[in-house]
C-alpha cells in the first residue's frame, strides 16, 4: 500500500506564476488534509477535505488560494499569482476517518 | 494563537538515554493527540497516537503519556538512539482539522 503521494516534490515559480501541487491519499483514504510549513516552524493547517467536498477551509488565505479534491483523480493546491512569501513546503495528509493522518514527503515550493 | 505548544525547543542527549519530549495544549474539548517525528527534508512520520479516554499508551521504544488535568502530553523514547534524531511534533485533534505545535528538536550524540 503506497503511501502519500505528493508531486512535485520541489517546485520552482516565478512571481505571478500558477503552482499547483498534487497529493494522491492513501488507498482507501477519503480525508485529505493540506498544511504549509515555514522553515524551523511548525506545520499550518490550511483545508480540510473530502471526495468533492471542502469540509474546512479556515485555515486557506482567502486570495489565490484554492483546493479541490475531485471525485476521481489527486487533490490539488492551487496558488494564483504567486509570491515570495507563498515559499515554503506543503505538506498533504490522508486519512479513513478523521484521525491517524499520514502524510505525505511534501512539495517544496520556491518564488523567485 | 497557539494551541498546542512545547516546553523545550531543543533536547541533547546521549545515545542510550531515555528522552522526554513534553508538550501542552490548551484546547480542552480536543479528544485525540498524535505524535509525529520529522527528519530533515521529510514529511511528518506518524509515531504514536493517544485518545483521550487513555492516560497511557506504549509502542515499540515510546510511550505517551496524557494528563487531562493539565493538559499535558509527553513522549518517552526509550534507549535514544542516533536515528532518533529529529524534530518531534506534537498534534491534537478538535473536530475536523489536527492542530501542530511548534516542535523539539531531539539531537542524540553517540
Known amino acids: 500500500n503506497a503511501g502519500v503521494m505528493q508531486n512535485p516534490r520541489h517546485l520552482v515559480r516565478r512571481r505571478g506564476q500558477e503552482a499547483r501541487l498534487r497529493c494522491s491519499p492513501m488507498?482507501?483514504?477519503?480525508?485529505v488534509y493540506w498544511y504549509r510549513q515555514l522553515p524551523e516552524e511548525g506545520l499550518k493547517f490550511m483545508v480540510y477535505?473530502?471526495?468533492?467536498?471542502?469540509?474546512?477551509e479556515s485555515g486557506m488565505p482567502k486570495e489565490r488560494f484554492s483546493a479541490e479534491f475531485p471525485k476521481e483523480g489527486p487533490s490539488i493546491l492551487r496558488i494564483q499569482q504567486v509570491v515570495r512569501g507563498d515559499s515554503a513546503a506543503y505538506f498533504c495528509?490522508?486519512?479513513?476517518?478523521?484521525?491517524?493522518?499520514?502524510f505525505g514527503q511534501g512539495t517544496r515550493l520556491t518564488v523567485v | 494563537g497557539e494551541s498546542v505548544g512545547l516546553h523545550l525547543p531543543t533536547l541533547s542527549v546521549q545515545e542510550g538515554d531515555n528522552s522526554i519530549i513534553n508538550c501542552a495544549y490548551s484546547n480542552s474539548a480536543s479528544d485525540y493527540f498524535i505524535w509525529y517525528k520529522q527528519e530533515s527534508g521529510k514529511g511528518p512520520q506518524f509515531i504514536i497516537d493517544i485518545r483521550s479516554n487513555m492516560d497511557k499508551r506504549q509502542g515499540q521504544r515510546v510511550t505517551v503519556l496524557l494528563n487531562k488535568t493539565v493538559k499535558h502530553l509527553s513522549l518517552q523514547i526509550a534507549a535514544t538512539q542516533p536515528g532518533d534524531s529529529a524534530v518531534y511534533f506534537c498534534?491534537?485533534?478538535?473536530?475536523?482539522?489536527?492542530?501542530f505545535g511548534k516542535g523539539t528538536m531531539l539531537l542524540v550524540s553517540p
Open positions: 498534534a491534537e485533534t478538535g473536530y475536523s482539522t489536527l492542530t
Open positions: 495528509a490522508s486519512s479513513p476517518e478523521r484521525f491517524e493522518a499520514f
Open positions: 488507498k482507501g483514504h477519503s480525508h
Open positions: 477535505l473530502q471526495k468533492e467536498n471542502i469540509i474546512d
